[in-house]
């Protein structure tokens, strides 16, 4: 996670701009010192007009990217993003929230309501200043975009809108700790980790001088995220806390909320444009990975910093005539495309719609007895049970676009599931929206974890190509907050939501319906795995209605502004394994990211600074012992500058177990400053599992 921009397709290449473009000079103010009520300070970059600051010709509205990722960290991509705005006549402010960077204190959990009045603090701070026109923006992606939601919540007059990419509305049902009830095995323990080396990255001496050390302690110290994370199994008030779903009115500027699908979080997109209540709200949703669409994969890329301007300067600047008039949702309908060439491009077609896809308008397709998809309604009674190596193959949820990120192809994991599949379709089948799958069943257990995927069968060469999925915890089936257990052999209608699609389904290929109760490690196994009988099957899938179509807007070509100086010192590796072994029957999932290195070359006091990073995620489980799942991440962080003689490294280890009735989870943390160990800390838990 060394934010470097990857700019390397060059096929698909997003031009770079230098700054001489600019409608303003653009100059940079470097390690702000923010104040906040109770003394404490968050350190800020800032790209503001010449004219602005230095001459006080005019007033300009504040765009604030708000993150816990380190400003000297995110420099990489900040370059190339942030001189754009204030180029365009804008104030483009990166604020380093609590506890992160050269900012004050610690960083002790995400999404705290502390983050939100640390953020309306830092709005009173901009209105006062004399370049302010009293207007704010937030704009930005996952963390980022989640917070300005929060925050747009809480109603600050000076905020008019944000532009939240890649973020979710819902902190529980639509993030990497829960989903669909189940414990998300992989990415709760993944991201836990990752936080437990992120977060207690030390301030820079440069910039706070000897008082650093101190608050590093400080931060070695803090508890690990992912343990109040474990605890809170259900929809309970630390979740909704957050979670803009629960009140949806609370939000009143305009959204522009932006999604990718092959992104994780999409879905959100289309339920904030369904019930945000600012009229202007709207919805944009291409091919992308979990980035910015000007530099994302799959393409096509949009120039998408043109357009986040127009957008931004639209309400900052409300006295200006704005011709910008979007859609309710935008969305690239995507084209077959073989696996291996959907990592750089999907053909496909934008269609916009000037209001949300129309539910009533669907496909049904019903399970029957033989293992078909069929037209018409009928009943069957079909055992399902799963094994618990399957899902394996699932790929990367949250990915950014690397080799290996993506689902493989499915015949490596059908044989696992029980299956049905539809006769080929005579004519092009369009879908946008979200497929549902109904359900009625039984189970021999009090618990039951159901799985659903859809896939796609290229009938050209067999690829089986995962187009969506989701699951479900029986527990959950009328409450995330209120779980209840089965009755064994009882019946019970159930709703599977799966992921959005928005893909074309060609004349000639099949649909295929995949059910397991087992999904490793996309979710953590019941303490048995449940065989469920299923007595009715009903896949709802969304049709795009084209009675509501209008005209997609143009979107100009992808760029970005020529980002600061930066040496790569060690360069990028990846590798992701599945293996077998015979003699113990365990199956293994290893994936290794190693980020490389990067120097910063030329930036004022970050000069010479360097950052790197190396994660590796180990799962294993036997294909029919439950209680086997074991999960271990492994991170190695680097950071300092040789000319300070100031080198800090951090390691993290974090695992995760469980027997019937508890999880266990250890996190382990050793910090170095110049090879010499200042810390070293292990903490211990045993957590109750609750209807999981």
């Given at each position: ?380 009674k079909k055992h399902v049970s799963g094994v618990l190596s399957h899902g394996l193959f699932r790929g990367t949820f949250c990915p950014l676009g ?203 006091e970050l000069t010479g600074t360097y950052h790197g990073s190396w994660n590796q995620n180990n799962l294993t489980i036997k294909s029919d012992d ?67």
């Open positions: 996670m060394a934010f470097n921009v990857r700019n390397t397709n060059k096929k698909y290449e997003t031009a770079v701009l230098d700054h001489d473009v600019l409608r303003y000079k653009v100059i940079n103010i470097q390690n702000l010192m923010i104040p906040m009520p109770d003394g404490s300070r968050l350190q800020a970059n800032m790209w503001i007009p010449e004219d602005v600051y230095l001459k006080s010709l005019f007033t300009v509205g504040c765009v604030i990217e708000y993150l816990p990722y380190r400003t000297d960290v995110t420099i990489l991509r900040d370059s190339t993003r942030h001189p754009w705005f204030a180029g365009g006549g804008l104030a483009s402010l990166r604020i380093d929230m609590r506890g992160s960077c050269a900012s004050d204190g610690v960083l002790k959990d995400e999404y705290l309501k502390q983050e939100q009045d640390d953020a309306l603090a830092a709005f009173d701070w901009v209105v006062s200043q004399p370049w302010s026109n009293g207007n704010i923006a937030m704009f930005g992606k996952s963390w980022a975009g989640f917070n300005g939601l929060e925050i747009a919540a809480r109603q600050h007059p000076a905020l008019k809108t944000i532009i939240s990419l890649m973020s979710s509305d819902d902190r529980y049902a639509d993030d990497i700790h829960y989903r669909g009830g189940c414990l998300f095995a992989s990415e709760m323990a993944w991201w836990g980790s990752t936080m437990g080396v992120l977060a207690p990255r030390p301030q820079d001496p440069r910039l706070v001088g000897e008082e650093w050390r101190t608050n590093w302690i400080q931060r070695l110290n803090s508890e690990p995220m992912v343990k109040t994370w474990l605890e809170h199994q259900t929809r309970d008030s630390y979740w909704k806390q957050g979670s803009i779903n629960e009140d949806y009115t609370q939000v009143q500027i305009p959204v522009l909320a932006v999604g990718g699908w092959r992104d994780c979080y999409t879905s959100a997109v289309f339920r904030m444009v369904a019930n945000l209540p600012n009229e202007s709200t709207c919805g944009i949703i291409g091919p992308w990975v979990h980035e910015f669409p000007e530099i994302a994969e799959p393409g096509p890329k949009i120039g998408f910093q043109q357009l986040a301007l127009k957008w931004l300067r639209k309400y900052l600047n409300p006295e200006e005539e704005s011709s910008l008039d979007l859609p309710k949702l935008t969305a690239y309908i995507q084209h077959p495309t073989s696996i291996v060439d959907s990592y750089t491009f999907r053909e496909g077609d934008w269609v916009s719609l000037n209001s949300e896809p129309n539910k009533s308008t669907n496909l049904p397709l019903f399970l029957t007895q033989e293992g078909t998809l069929s037209r018409d309604p009928c009943t069957l690397f080799f290996g990120d993506f689902p493989a192809d499915q015949r490596y994991e059908d044989s696992k599931t029980t299956t049905w599949d539809s006769s080929a379709f005579d004519d092009d089948l369009c879908l946008l929206g979200e497929p549902i799958m109904r359900l009625c069943l039984s189970s021999n257990k009090k618990f039951a974890n159901v799985t659903v995927k859809v896939e796609d069968i290229y009938p050209h060469n067999g690829e089986i190509v995962l187009i969506s999925w989701g699951q479900l915890n029986m527990t959950h089936r009328n409450s995330d907050e209120l779980p209840e257990w089965l009755e064994p052999g009882r019946k019970y209608d159930v709703e599977v939501r799966l992921d959005v699609v928005g893909i074309k389904i060609a004349k000639g290929h099949k649909l295929r319906v995949a059910i397991s109760t087992c999904d490793w490690p996309q979710n953590w196994p019941t303490p048995e795995i449940p065989t469920i009988e299923i007595e009715k099957g009903e896949l709802v899938l969304p049709l795009l209605n084209r009675n509501n179509q209008v005209s997609s807007p143009v979107f100009e070509n992808p760029t970005i502004m020529k980002g600061i100086p930066n040496e790569l010192v060690k360069p990028y590796g990846r590798s992701k394994t599945v293996s077998y072994d015979y003699s113990s029957d365990k199956w293994s999932l290893v994936d290794t990211h190693d980020s490389g290195c990067v120097k910063i070359v030329d930036y004022g439950p209680l086997s799942g074991f999960i271990e991440n492994k991170w190695r962080y680097e950071m300092g500058r040789k000319a300070d003689n100031w080198d800090i490294k951090l390691e993290t280890r974090t695992t995760l177990h469980s027997d019937r009735d508890n999880f266990y989870l250890t996190q382990s943390l050793k910090a170095f400053e110049n090879d010499d160990k200042v810390f070293d800390k292990v903490w211990d838990y045993t957590i109750k599992r609750l209807f999981i």
